[in-house]
């Protein structure tokens, strides 16, 4: 099978390429790095694509930057896809975007409405963050590190990866049930355990963010529903392999 991975080369599209790879499909790379701007102008070429695995992102906290990359890219694939006989779509998009669309969340929950009116037979999975969310969260003063006020129930980035790849494997689900690691946890948490594990010193602080997105990280809203699937390895099992 002929997997299209877009956002290959990120945190979870890495992942997706190496285990499609191992499984014995071909994954095809869309990434800047392998010559294709997914925000950009004119067309794919996704000719001999079976699926298309859409785990781009983009370093925005605006929400106006946010829906504007992620009504690009999501317009662009699924434009290329129909011009291919690509015969499903998998999106990776974020457990409670819908309910929070926020700052970044905005741009996940627009693409999830794109997806599904669109005319390509689709799946959604959505996820909760990452363990490897708190480190590239986290903002370093000096010897210190303040992080977001946030309660979640984080998972490794490879266990996503995997099930996208099965999901890829099976006929469209439409809406998956989401993904989530198997324990309550606060960001602040997981930094620590990170710093630590690389033998950093230093407080690590949490700040509340402001407006609606900052009420959402910390009132439970991004935290997964009954019917959520959830996969290990625990953090503290997931924190001691990294770090051995």
Do not use: N
């Not at 903002?139 to 995997?162: I, N």
Request: net charge neutral.
């Amino acid at each position: 099978m002929r997997i299209a991975v877009a956002g290959g080369t990120g945190t979870v599209g890495a992942h997706v390429v190496a285990l499609a790879r191992a499984a014995g499909h071909e994954p095809l790379v869309l990434s800047r790095s392998h010559g294709v701007d997914l925000a950009g102008s004119g067309d794919l070429d996704l000719a001999g694509v079976d699926v298309v695995i859409d785990a781009s992102g983009v370093q925005a906290t605006s929400a106006e930057k946010s829906r504007a990359f992620f009504r690009a890219v999501t317009e662009r694939l699924l434009r290329a896809e129909a011009a291919a006989g690509v015969a499903h779509h998998v999106a990776l998009s974020i457990v409670g975007a819908a309910r929070a669309p926020h700052g970044y969340y905005a741009g996940k929950a627009l693409q999830e409405r794109i997806v599904s009116a669109g005319g390509v037979p689709w799946t959604i999975l959505r996820a909760t963050q990452f363990f490897e969310f708190a480190d590239q969260v986290a903002v370093r003063v000096g010897p210190f590190a303040v992080v977001p006020a946030m309660r979640s129930q984080p998972l490794a980035a490879e266990a996503v990866a995997r099930r996208l790849v099965e999901i890829a494997e099976g006929a469209p689900l439409g809406d998956a049930p989401d993904v989530a690691g198997p324990e309550e946890l606060r960001m602040a948490e997981l930094a620590r355990a990170v710093r630590a594990g690389r033998g950093e010193r230093g407080r690590v602080f949490e700040l509340p963010l402001p407006g609606g997105f900052g009420r959402a990280i910390r009132d439970g809203s991004i935290l997964p529903g009954e019917g959520a699937r959830l996969l290990g390895p625990r953090f503290e099992e997931w924190i001691a392999e990294r770090s051995s």
